[in-house]
């Protein structure tokens, strides 16, 4: 078994020991699952199961500012809020910060400003840490690619390693017990018309953390064998979707993977279930305007929350169906 400490000095051999930059601002992502990341084989080092794949959600993300300070104890602001140092917040995120640090380095005033709702089902972990290590990268002038960087936010939480990049990226699962081929790969392909619709079921904290429930779902669900194989196919498919532009493709094996995950979580013993009323109606609506021959398919991940995919065209349709709904461009139209 490998530590994080052993794989952070790895990556980092060679590279400057201390503080070299005062303060500094970036900004990562949020990633929406295409094909979902739900279990881990090494609970450690956050390395997954199954291979996944996501589409960025551009303005949706985490804004990440640092400041180093002369102070006894690090100072912490969440979407301008001040969080106390026993807050499980401030607690993760320091415990990581700390995986970096060295021997009487200064302490740090940090904000964190997120564009979406935290511990809600969209993906705010995976935007936060990917900043983070972004903000580290600065802070200690490390001057790592995206891909090394990948690596790193992936210790903090498994799907930040897809928050590196814009657009669509692959996180492999890779092979080896260190993870060091476990690693969010940014694919080349552009689709400017494709459209994410975010349908805010609640914006209130899970009742149970991804992290609890992949780990009850692999233990104990009777329909995860099956996981691995659904992932394999769904995967294909969406890439082979994505290569041809093939919306209706793309649509059917999202939407069947993410029914997949949350029926593997229903088999779980207790079972799990995010989704509330909202949730329910709004997939049947969804159903039923596919049977009224409208594209339009949706997505799922640990959360009520849930994500309609549609090409641009529909934008009217959908808003006049939708009136909650807020539309994310991943693309931006090119001239």
């Known amino acids: 078994m490998y530590s994080k400490e052993q794989i952070i000095a790895q990556i980092l051999t060679g590279k400057p020991n201390g503080v070299q930059l005062e303060k500094g601002a970036v900004y990562a992502p949020a990633n929406i699952a295409l094909c979902k990341y739900w279990g881990k084989r090494d609970s450690i080092l956050n390395l997954p199961m199954t291979s996944s794949l996501s589409i960025s959600l551009a303005q949706k993300g985490s804004h990440f500012a640092f400041e180093v300070v002369d102070e006894k104890t690090d100072c912490l602001n969440l979407n301008g809020q001040s969080i106390d140092a026993q807050h499980d917040f401030y607690q993760r995120l320091f415990s990581f910060i700390s995986l970096f640090r060295h021997n009487g380095e200064p302490r740090l005033n940090i904000a964190i400003t997120s564009t979406i709702p935290i511990a809600a089902g969209l993906a705010s972990s995976a935007s ?63 689709w400017p018309q494709l459209r994410i619709g975010l349908l805010l079921a ?30 394999a196919t769904d995967l294909a498919m969406i890439k082979s979707a994505l290569a041809e532009k093939d919306f209706i493709a793309l649509g059917h094996a999202s939407e069947r993977n993410a029914i997949a995950m949350h029926a593997t979580m229903l088999k779980a013993k207790p079972a799990i279930s995010y989704s509330n009323a909202k949730t329910a109606a709004w997939v ?24 309609l995919l549609f090409l641009e065209d529909s934008t009217d349709d959908i808003l006049q169906l939708f009136p909650e709904v807020e539309i994310i461009q991943p693309f931006l139209i090119e001239a």
């Open 128 to 190: 936060g840490f990917a900043s983070v290590v972004k903000g580290l990268n600065e802070l200690y002038g490390w001057q790592l690619s995206c891909s090394e960087l990948s690596l790193l936010a992936r210790l903090g939480s498994g799907s930040a390693c897809r928050s590196l990049w814009d657009g669509f990226v692959e996180w492999q699962h890779g092979s080896r017990d260190d993870g060091m081929d476990s690693i969010g790969i940014p694919l080349e392909y552009k």
């Open 202 to 231: 609640s914006s209130d904290k899970k009742s149970i953390s991804s992290r609890e429930a992949m780990a009850i779902t692999k233990q104990s669900s009777s329909l995860y064998h099956l996981w691995p194989e659904q992932v």
């Open 284 to 307: 049947q609506q969804v159903w039923q305007l596919r049977v009224d021959n409208m594209p339009i398919y949706f997505t799922q991940d640990a959360g009520p929350n849930l994500k």
